[in-house]
């Protein structure tokens, strides 16, 4: 899963994107609304943190912009200002959900899994596939009850299928939603990450469809 | 009162008019009535008819007076508008005044403007330092993850904030006049809102407010009102929340009605007892009632809690109503 994080506040900006990068997730990051907007435009986030009071461009209005141009992807506004009345217009604005500052970090990521859980169409907590189940609020991965150790890469790879479970994902829009926009990606393959996690999983766990990409089957 | 475009709208040029109208009506009639106090003697100087020289007598007198009407009744008017400003019913002294007044008018016109303005920066000035410290908090509970000690001080200086900030931005709607809310449009902005934040829990919201119910106050607080009590309704409600609002002499009734648990009676005291003020309460209660009970006691409303037809908690906010 990969995030854009869009805070002026550089330490904290800072501090948010190595939370997010502990609990598994590619994390893009943003100090102004120029950048936030080129961001969004151009890259696959499977979900953004928007900070309301941002220099040059203001939070709501690239959030507004965004929703005008059809850009769905879920937000979780930050903001100084917690009044209900600014939490109205965030949502009108087309905000999925909100987190008034000061906020803990853990409250934060939970609202962000949630967010995630709601946009990929999941109602369980925990992501379940067969005998292996992803647990997003651990980071924990385990085969029949068994712990099962992963990279955070091949974590990413494995939690986006899980997320997207029984639907064909290809290869671009994997490398799209596991990688940072600044990381070299030329070393990581996805095939490699994909070899090593039917190693660790299970051949039959994840499908090849020739052309297409992959794909996750469960029985639920 | 639409002003009268024959007559001059200068205050002097009107009691000019009218005490010339007034004169011109009397001088006929005094002149008649010695007419027929001498007419015995002098018959036959009266040659004019009588009925025309009232009339038109008659006539003269009563433009005279209307002419100085207006001027008069403008000062009973200026008062009353006056006193509709004081009151938040209206933000400037409207109406069309004769000139030496409208200039004095105009001037408080401006005046008032002037001071709103002030007030509105005073606001935006307590609004900018408040949310200025809350992104270093922020940062300040991020660093501080291993002390509760500084947690529980970041928390109470974010309360401290809140509290503060929402009593100023209250204080200020008393003096911003002529403010006037809609209670359904309101409401269901917030509706909307809380649909979307607790998506997750399958709560409906019926709004049932008629389109002329007002809080005489600003959109902010009662948003702020509202939105806590709407928010405690979802978050404990099974299936339903309903708004409704009417009207109870000089106040505009709003209930919020949950099917949740409730709220024993003993404990619904202690929530909203005196004293308890939002920046004391406990941290983690999470209950933002006391706030709301703040707010509506600066506006010389109230907020009651009791048990709801629905089963749950009924939140009953009382208002100004405009």
């Known amino acids: 899963m990969r995030v854009l994080v869009v805070e002026d506040e550089p330490r904290l900006n800072e501090q948010l994107a190595a939370s997010l990068e502990e609990a598994g997730y590619a994390v893009d990051r943003a100090l102004d609304g120029e950048r936030a907007d080129f961001l969004a435009r151009t890259e696959r986030y499977d979900a953004l943190l928007l900070d309301l009071g941002l220099p040059n461009v203001d939070g709501l209005t690239l959030l507004r912009r965004w929703r005008d141009a059809g850009i769905g992807v879920p937000v979780l506004v930050l903001t100084a200002r917690g009044s209900w009345h600014e939490t109205v217009q965030g949502i009108d604005g087309g905000a999925d959900d909100y987190v008034a500052k000061p906020f803990r970090i853990e409250e934060v990521l ?4 949630a967010l995630i859980r709601r946009a990929t169409g999941q109602t369980t907590p925990e992501l379940r596939c067969g005998a292996i189940v992803l647990d997003p609020r651990s980071g924990k991965v385990t085969r029949a009850d068994a712990p099962v150790r992963l990279t955070s890469h091949e974590y990413r790879v ?3 299928l899980m997320h997207h479970r029984g639907r064909v994902i290809s290869q671009a829009e994997l490398t799209e939603h596991i990688y940072a926009q600044d990381f070299d990606r030329d070393s990581n393959t996805v095939e490699v990450f994909i070899a090593r996690l039917r190693r660790k999983l299970g051949a039959e766990t ?3 469809l020739r052309g297409l990409g992959y794909r996750m089957e469960c029985e639920r | 009162m639409t002003p009268r475009r024959w007559l001059p709208r200068s205050f002097r040029a009107r009691l000019l008019a009218g005490a010339i109208l007034w004169t011109a009506g009397l001088l006929p ?4 009535l010695m007419m027929f106090a001498v ?8 040659t004019i008819d009588h009925h025309h020289l009232v009339i038109a007598a008659l006539l003269l007198l009563l433009c005279g007076v209307l002419a100085l009407r207006r001027p008069v009744t403008s000062l009973a008017e200026l008062r009353a508008r006056l006193a509709a400003v004081r009151d938040g019913r209206a933000s400037r002294v409207d109406g069309t005044y004769p000139s030496e007044i409208q200039a004095l008018v105009d001037e408080l016109n401006a005046l008032l ?3 709103e303005q002030q007030v509105a920066r005073a ?3 307590a609004g900018d330092l408040a949310h200025g410290l809350k992104t270093p908090l922020a940062l300040l509970l991020q660093e501080a993850e291993q002390s509760p000690q500084v947690a529980q001080q970041v928390e109470r200086m974010r309360r401290q904030i809140d509290y503060h900030l929402a009593h100023a931005r209250a204080a200020a709607s008393g003096a911003t006049l002529g403010a006037r809310t809609s209670i359904r449009d309101s409401a269901n902005a917030l509706a909307r809102t809380m649909l979307r934040l607790h998506a997750t829990r399958g709560v409906t919201i019926d709004v049932d407010a008629a389109p002329e119910y007002a809080f005489r106050g600003g959109r902010e607080d009662l948003d702020e009102m509202l939105g806590n009590l709407l928010d405690n309704a979802c978050k404990w409600a099974r299936t339903r929340v309903t708004v409704t609002s009417s009207l109870d002499g000089a106040q505009v009734v709003i209930e919020v009605d949950d099917d949740g648990p409730g709220i024993d009676p003993s404990l619904r005291d202690r929530v909203l007892q005196r004293g308890v003020r939002a920046d004391e309460a406990a941290p983690g209660s999470g209950f933002g009632l006391a706030i709301v009970r703040d707010l509506a006691e600066v506006y010389g409303g109230s907020i009651a809690l009791d048990r709801a037809s629905l089963g749950g908690l009924r939140a009953t906010l009382r208002l100004p109503s405009a």
Do not use: G
């Not at chain 2, 009639?29 to 008649?32: C, D, E, G, I, W």
């Open chain 1, 158 to 160: 494995l939690s986006y």
């Open chain 2, 113 to 115: 403007t002037d001071r």
């Open chain 1, 110 to 113: 939970a609202r962000l899994r």
């Open chain 2, 39 to 46: 007419r015995r003697r002098y018959h036959w100087v009266i």
């Open chain 1, 206 to 208: 994840i499908e090849t």
């Open chain 2, 29 to 32: 009639l005094m002149h008649l």
């Open chain 2, 123 to 125: 606001v935006a000035k």
